[in-house]
């Protein structure tokens, strides 16, 4: 008989310890992200782990999503499709994160957006730009050319970026022989093709169309057929590093003309690889400029950031680039919809929707509804000009 | 085009270092050292720490740069390399291969990923024009200096007694140790050399593509292209590979367009291995009819 009790007695207590982890597991808010962090595209997951990190740690100094902790689940992809498939398989379903950041890479956002979206999780793009993963104009479970219903992103896209750069080279740069230059990578070619389209769809057509290899140490030929076409501005589609060679390039060839920059140009890579930091160059972004004066929380926030993350390079003049704090607006607002819903992600998808205006550290203003899961599709880029470092509006 | 060719001379110039780095340590050890481009990589960012974070004067700097270089082919060589000697070829590559790797996982962790402004050390003054395009004193000082180094290495490799121990050591590893040479030491001075050659690649590419971990990547490839290009086996020859490879490369990508680059240059080295697999200017193995 006391041998009977005693054996209930244990199984209650360890039922009751299991009850106590459990409890204790799930008192904290699982975010997942994944995204390449290491070789040499790293900055594009690293700056983007860096916002959300600094918006949990913001939050969760505040005394969390109430009262729970935000714990966030990153996976180094390594460029890798399949792993990153994998990494996000095993957020959702053994870490059960309620929702899951995509990686800014197209390759690895089109392998993870189906897992997320089979798992019923919603799926944020906060720096990813291409239209394949998601479509600015639409939002369609069937249709492979919208949006789906549960994807939802806080960037703004390489097409929407083209249709303004095109305007921009036009009629702000008062170009009428204008010529493109794109890397050979998907990101150049997907600008290649953005560009090519908007330029058609404003009866434009670019005098010369240059295609050249991403880890190019000299541009000097590339650059040599584009100005037998004579062109009176030049538009380039690709990352931060090569425009800064294009830049470099330009001067000794001596070509004056306007270069016009997409914005990957505000990573660091083209300040510190282009002379005079690209002083002159010009970039579009959907994004405000964290050098804009007249927003000193934004400035104060990107100098934040500048000395928190400084071993990553950035400076008190090379503030940080769109990227990172797209993912920090991201998390922001998320938490907001979390506290508004709770933790479950059907839910939170609906709650996204019906997130109303959400104010974003830059000033810019990110909206959702059922029709618009671009949340900066509402707004049109704006031109930028380098000058000493820093990205202002030209005069 | 003149331009073109012009700056695929320049170009041309650091795949000549390159090449001949990897041939150095070819001819006197037979394996091939896939890790140089990494070299070029840590020769770059220490001379980079240690100017920007540590405030040295540049020259100062460099010099601690090309000793880290050789510190690191020198443990490369006692690790790993001395062994593979007597692997397979294949097995040696794949090794170096691997290195490689590492070495740039490890910069990562210590320089980060971002691109930093690398001091240059010749200065960026417009000195004259070829064609349109405006050759700098850093240009002229890349051309002046790789073609003293590149002289000066084949005269030590033909001409001295240094440089016939090298070849020897390759050829026969037995017979240097009859007649007194010591092999290991040999090797050493090689690799030694190599890492040098990797730092003066270093100090005039970093300027030009930037101080981060990925720019060994950028030439490493070519660089060991070139040298097959113009003949592993001897010092001269892989030097005209590199030079032959960057103007190919620059004038494809003027004529047929930038996407063409690469492929035309890499096609052309296939047909030419096919016709010449030692090269343009390789050595041919004799054998004895009896």
Redesign the interface.
Known sequence: MTKKITEKILVFLISCSFLLVAGVASAEIKIGMGGIM???F??WG?DGKSGMEMAIEEINANGGIKGEKVVLLARDDQLDTTKAALQAEELIYKEKVIVYFASTITGSAKATVPVAIKAKIPVILAGQQSDITCAWQCVDSKDKNCCNPWVFRFSGTVSQQADAMVIMARDQLKGKRIALMHD?IGYGLEWKADLTKAAAANNMEFVAS????L????????L??V?KANPDVIVVGTL??PA??IY?TM????MNQPLLLCEAAME??FR??A?DMGDGAYVAMTQNSPYDKSNPEFQAFAKKWSQKYG???YTDTLLTQPFGFQFYDAMMCLAKVIEAVGKDPEKIREGLENMGPCKGISGVTYVFNKDKHCAMSHLVPQMYQFKNGTVIKPN | ?I??I???L??GA?YALLALAYSIVFTTTRVINFALGETIMVAAMVTYSANESWGLPIITAVIVGCAAAVLLNLVIRAAALSRLQELDPITALLVTLSLGLLI??VA?GIW??????FPNVFG?IKLFNVG???V?SQDMALLIIVALVLVGVDLIQRKTILGKSMQAAAEDTDACGVVGLNVGKINAIAFSLAAVLCTIAAVL?AP???A?V?LG???GLKGFAAAILGGLTRGRSAIFGGLLFGIGE?????LF???S??IIIFVALMIILGIRPTGLWGETDWKRAA
């Open positions: 290491s070789g040499p790293a900055a690293l050979n240059e295609m050249f290899p880890m190019e140490i000299d541009y000097t030929a590339s040599s057929r100005k931060g590093a800064g060679r470099n001067k000794k060839l001596g660091l890579a510190t690889t002379q071993d990553i390079g | 085009m331009e073109s012009f700056a695929g320049l170009t650091i740039v996982t990562q980060g990923t971002s691109t930093a402004v960026n349109d395009l405006a700098t590419l030009i593509a930037g981060n990925q990547t950028m030439v620059s004038l494809s990508g003027y367009g930038g996407q680059k690469e």
